[in-house]
């Protein structure tokens, strides 16, 4: 499911043993994704570990059909590798902090990469190589505006994305186009955070409509 060339569609990879060790060693402990290269320190966006979302879903799929005959399931898996889907309008991999479906599959590391930060931030960061400092300084700057790793909000922000999947899932509903509405599809940090923590709830048109199933 591995990503290595972000410009192009998914293509079939026949891993190494240095490749399979790892996604071994990474199913037993998930902390390793850490300890890979992050989006702000990769030289080249190649360098970032990326997963083709909808390639999980299928090996996924086939392992819940093996297992589990009851198609009224939904089953939703949570991971910190980032996944990724192609998008043939400008031919590259984007980040995904959700991909609704059954298997629903929300990535942690895809909430934080995936919406944008400020535009001011980036141009700060690249400044801020070009000198060879420390970006960290950069992030102390926009504190709060964005989520980051082992960021306190993330639960709070899953459980959004979580009630996604299982209204996409009961009602064939995509995202809503109200930011006033955590089942908005942000496409930026701050509207993520304005819809899932200052908002906080549905929009009056999908919640009649969560009410109506009697759940």
């Known amino acids: 499911c591995r990503i290595f060339d972000p410009k192009m569609p998914f293509k079939e990879h026949l891993p190494n043993k240095q490749e ?7 199913c037993e402990d998930t902390k390793l994704m850490e300890k890979t ?38 089953h939703i898996v949570f ?15 984007h980040g995904r902090a959700v991909i609704c479906s059954n298997p ?11 919406p944008a930060r400020p535009r001011e931030y980036y141009f700060d960061v690249m ?34 994305y979580l009630l996604q999947a299982i209204f996409y899932y009961m009602t ?7 930011l006033d509405c955590r089942l908005n599809n942000a496409h930026w940090q701050k509207d993520l955070l304005y819809s899932q923590l200052k908002i906080g709830k549905l929009c009056n ?7 109506k199933l009697h759940l």
């Not at 970006?135 to 980051?148: A, H, T």
């Open 205 to 211: 048109k999908h919640q009649a409509l969560l009410d």
């Open 127 to 160: 400044k801020c190589k070009m000198q060879g400092l420390d970006i960290q300084n950069v992030k102390k700057n926009y504190n709060g505006e964005f989520l980051d790793y082992h960021d306190k909000r993330l639960s709070k922000i899953a459980e959004g």
């Open 104 to 114: 629903a599959i929300i990535s942690t590391a895809g909430m934080i990469e995936a």
């Open 37 to 74: 290269t992050m989006v702000e320190n990769a030289e080249r966006i190649e360098d970032v570990m990326m997963y083709d979302g909808f390639e999980i879903q299928n090996i996924i799929y086939d392992i819940i059909t093996e297992n589990d005959s009851d198609s009224n399931n939904l």
């Open 79 to 93: 991971t910190n590798k980032l996944t990724c889907t192609y998008d043939i309008t400008d031919n590259r991999y």
């Open 172 to 178: 064939g509903d995509t995202f809503c186009d109200s």
């Open 20 to 26: 399979i060790d790892f996604e071994k060693s990474v």
